[in-house]
Structure formats: structure tokens, C-alpha cells
């Protein structure tokens, strides 16, 4: 009895087999949209405010 898991793309239940390659994804293409998803979120910068300008306080 094979182990069912979901999709982590689309939800859909997949067979944990040895046969499908694209494990936990049902799909190739789900696969490829996850990886996708993982590699743009690795070239978000946290937003982090920039130091003071230390000429800031004119005289
Ligand atoms: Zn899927």
C-alpha cells in the first residue's frame, strides 16, 4: 500500500512510489513550478532601511 502525499504545487494526492521521479509532486510541471517559485523568492532582499546619513544634521 503505497504512501499518498499532496501535491505541494496543486494539492493533488500522489502516490509516494519509487515510479514517480517527480515525488512529492504529481507532476513534472508542478515540480518545475515549485523550484521556480523557490528560486524567485531567493532573490527577494529583505527590505532593511538604510543607515542615517551621518551629515544629516546641518548646521
Ligand atoms: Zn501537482
Redesign the pocket.
Known sequence: MPTIVD?P??G?KVEWTAENKYRP???ER?KQIDLGAWAEEKYVIPVVNPPKDPNEDGN
Request: proline share 0%.
Open positions: 501535491c504545487t496543486c493533488k509532486f504529481c507532476s508542478c
